[in-house]
């Protein structure tokens, strides 16, 4: 199986997308699955609101949405990111704006490979697996 993650982001974002699409499949790996076919999307905080009250019943604004389509252990999927909320966060988090687009990339990976964050234990678990591929040898953040 040819593995592919499509992105959709706006120009400003200028990362070395094979970089992001090996560290991408290395996390899944991780994870003991394999990597299908990903769509990463960068969109508006307007849309991710939409996206969130009609599928997930919410009504808050977040900055990434992940949509599984898996096939047993093939992940494949959509992950929505707001741009403003990776802009925000940066800026709050005085973080450059490339290892937070990374963070809530991993994060949305993450969901789809089966982690849940809707309790205090679920958020720290997944916290504690983004810090662990943001900061790792493999990370994509050590060589961008």
């Known amino acids: ?22 560290w991408i499949q290395w ?5 003991n699955k394999k990597l299908g076919q990903i769509q990463i999307i960068l969109t508006s905080d307007r849309h991710l609101l939409e996206l969130n009250q009609k599928f997930l019943k919410r009504n808050e604004y977040t ?16 992950i929505f990111i707001s741009q403003e909320r990776v802009e925000e966060n940066a800026e709050y988090f005085k973080e450059e704006i490339k290892k937070e687009l990374c963070r ?37 953040l050590k060589v961008m």
């Open 104 to 140: 809530v990339i991993v994060h949305g990976i993450l969901h789809l490979v089966g982690y849940e964050d809707y309790n205090e234990a679920g958020r720290k678990s997944m916290t504690d697996r983004e810090n662990d591929y943001l900061n790792s040898e493999n990370s994509v």
């Open 27 to 31: 996390i899944v790996e991780s994870e």
């Open 1 to 22: 199986m040819k593995v592919k993650v499509d992105y959709l982001i706006k120009e400003k974002y200028k990362f070395d997308k094979r970089l992001i699409n090996e």
């Open 63 to 78: 900055d990434v949405i992940a949509f599984s389509n898996n096939k047993k252990t093939i992940i494949n999927g959509d």
